[in-house]
């Protein structure tokens, strides 16, 4: 799938929040939510602190807030972007609020090569594309994009 200018400058927002997420000593994971006009409607960083909740992700809990908020008929004309790709536990929640399209900067492989068994991030190695994929409503997802500049919020966060 290909992306747009307006992808990119949403994406680097995404990352811009990851960024200030990590400043905060959060972990540096960001997702907003964009309605097909190129409204944002909503933006999360991740949310394990303060409760140390392992379910607490960005994209997770943006979807519970879209999901709640919007209707299915302008979930499916919108777009997610997030600095990395979703989970599974993320990408599920993304096919399940109905959202159509998904933008992400660094791939869950890469994420996996940077943190390694962080028992914060024990990331799965599992493309968003294969849990769509399985499902019956289309997603489209364009990623991994700006994949280099996403991973730099996280190469010096994970190490620390």
């Known amino acids: 799938m290909s992306h747009t200018e307006r992808d990119i400058s949403f994406l680097r ?9 990590s400043k905060q000593g959060i972990h540096p994971f960001a997702a907003i939510l ?5 409204k944002v409607l ?7 602190l303060p409760d140390h909740d392992m379910t607490g992700h960005a994209e997770r809990v943006l979807m519970t807030r879209a999901n ?3 209707s299915p008929e302008i979930l499916a004309g919108c777009t997610m972007y997030t600095s ?3 989970c599974a536990m993320c990408a599920g929640a993304v096919y399940w609020a109905g959202v159509g399209r998904v933008v992400y900067g660094a791939s869950e492989k890469r994420l996996k090569d940077m943190t390694g068994n962080h028992p914060e991030n024990p990331t799965l190695d599992l493309p968003c594309r294969t849990v ?3 499902g019956q409503r289309k997603v489209e997802v364009v990623g991994p994009l ?4 996403s991973a730099q919020v996280h190469l010096s ?4």
Do not use: H, K
């Open 34 to 38: 964009v309605d097909a006009d190129g």
């Open 132 to 134: 769509f994929n399985a």
């Open 13 to 21: 927002e995404s990352f811009r929040l990851a960024e200030e997420a």
């Open 157 to 160: 966060f994970w190490q620390a």
């Open 68 to 70: 709640t908020t919007y």
């Open 146 to 149: 700006l994949e280099e500049e």
């Open 42 to 48: 909503m933006e999360q960083i991740n949310a394990f």
């Open 84 to 86: 990395a790709e979703p």
